[in-house]
T-cell receptor, first 115, second 112 residues
Framework: GENVGLHLPTLSVQEGDNSIINCAYS??????FIWYKQESGKGPQFIID?????DKRQGQRVTVLLNKTVKHLSLQIAATQPGDSAVYFC??????????????FGKGTHLIIQP | DAGVTQSPTHLIKTRGQQVTLRCSPK?????VSWYQQALGQGPQFIFQ???????QRGNFPDRFSGHQFPNYSSELNVNALLLGDSALYLC???????????FGPGTRLLVL
């Protein structure tokens, strides 16, 4: 079936560097994408979202890029801090006439910050 | 302003038993979705409730059922528990359909 997947299960970066987490999706009908951060023992925390009519959206220290041509999504974190250590998930909502919107998640990327 | 809350935080059951998990949505949210997250995996969508009705369902058997109350809170019920039902059960709420979903801390269920 169609699913959202991530290229790398683990990403290790130096504190202060920029991090880029990638996500490939296969459902071309998806029109809404969300990045979540999940720390150990906690529920996923919303980071940033983007709709399919946009190709870039910026938040505080984070930027999401959407390339619909190759069905690729990325999350860029600027000046990575120790508190950024977590598992990052991309999730998608396929467009549907019913309006319901169960999220489809990928397996996640574990971001590790090196001091 | 309280976020999404879930109870209990942890639960241990044996095979064949039944369990009920509870969720209170974030203030102002009327839509509740439930997810199952196995260890090391991403959350899997179970179902979504809006206006006290199940609006969408993921690939889960009928042993998984739910309910939404007039105050928008929700319950997830699982009957005839299997070892494979051991997981973190997450509730997410949103201010309507096709809106950003915010997650609670989850209920950790262990089936022995």
């Amino acid at each position: 079936g169609e699913n959202v997947g991530l290229h790398l299960p683990t990403l290790s970066v130096q504190e202060g560097d920029n991090s880029i987490i990638n996500c490939a999706y296969s459902n071309s009908a998806s029109d809404y994408f969300i990045w979540y951060k999940q720390e150990s023992g906690k529920g996923p925390q919303f980071i940033i979202d983007i709709r399919s009519n946009m190709d870039k959206r910026q938040g505080q220290r984070v930027t999401v890029l959407l390339n619909k041509t190759v069905k690729h999504l990325s999350l860029q974190i600027a000046a990575t801090q120790p508190g950024d250590s977590a598992v990052y998930f991309c999730a998608e909502i396929p467009s549907s006439g019913g309006g319901a919107d169960g999220l489809t998640f990928g397996k996640g990327t574990h971001l590790i910050i090196q001091p | 302003d309280a976020g999404v809350t879930q109870s209990p935080t942890h639960l241990i059951k044996t095979r064949g038993q039944q369990v009920t998990l509870r969720c209170s949505p974030k203030s102002g949210h009327d839509t509740v979705s439930w997810y199952q997250q196995a260890l090391g995996q991403g959350p899997q969508f179970i179902f979504q409730y809006y206006e006290e009705e199940e609006r969408q369902r993921g690939n889960f058997p009928d042993r998984f059922s739910g309910h939404q109350f007039p105050n928008y809170s929700s319950e997830l019920n699982v009957n005839a528990l299997l070892l494979g039902d051991s997981a973190l059960y997450l509730c997410a709420s949103s201010p309507g359909l096709q809106e950003t979903q915010y997650f609670g801390p989850g209920t950790r269920l262990l089936v022995l």
